[in-house]
């Protein structure tokens, strides 16, 4: 018995430099999440800002997952406060585990996730709040 999975994100094929790569993407709400030579990328465009004093650019305080996967180790709690760079989980995915940081400073508001589950591209596993 026989048992295949399916990427849910999309195969591309681009051209540098005259070499040919296979790169897997998929664009989750205002994110494109893309796989090329083993790691994982997010972007997020910028939005231009009309006005106003704090017109600063977009804080990535959601950690979400780069794609399908199962969580094999959360690292933080809720309450603690973390750097931006720390490891805050592992997880597992296309047979390669994949370790996420924090991308700011701050406390752990919200923890959804748990070693074992099995989550979706772009879903929310730690939130960071603010630091006061």
Do not use: N
Not at 26 to 38: A, D, P, Q, R
Not at 42 to 59: D, E, I, W
């Amino acid at each position: 018995m026989g048992l295949s999975v399916e990427p849910t994100m999309k195969r591309y094929e681009i051209e540098i430099e005259g070499e040919t790569h296979k790169v897997f993407a998929e664009k989750v709400g205002g994110t494109l999440w893309y796989h090329f030579k083993g790691e994982t990328y997010s972007f997020v465009p910028q939005t231009k800002s009309r006005g106003g004093a704090g017109g600063g650019g977009l804080v990535h305080r959601s950690v979400q997952a780069p794609m399908p996967g199962k969580i094999i180790k959360v690292m933080v709690k809720q309450g603690e406060q973390v750097l931006s760079g720390q490891a805050v989980l592992v997880m597992e995915a296309m047979k390669m585990e994949y370790t996420l940081e924090a991308q700011v400073d701050g406390p752990v508001e919200r923890v959804s996730c748990q070693p074992g589950d099995q989550v979706s591209l772009g879903q929310e596993l730690v939130y960071v709040g603010e630091v006061e």
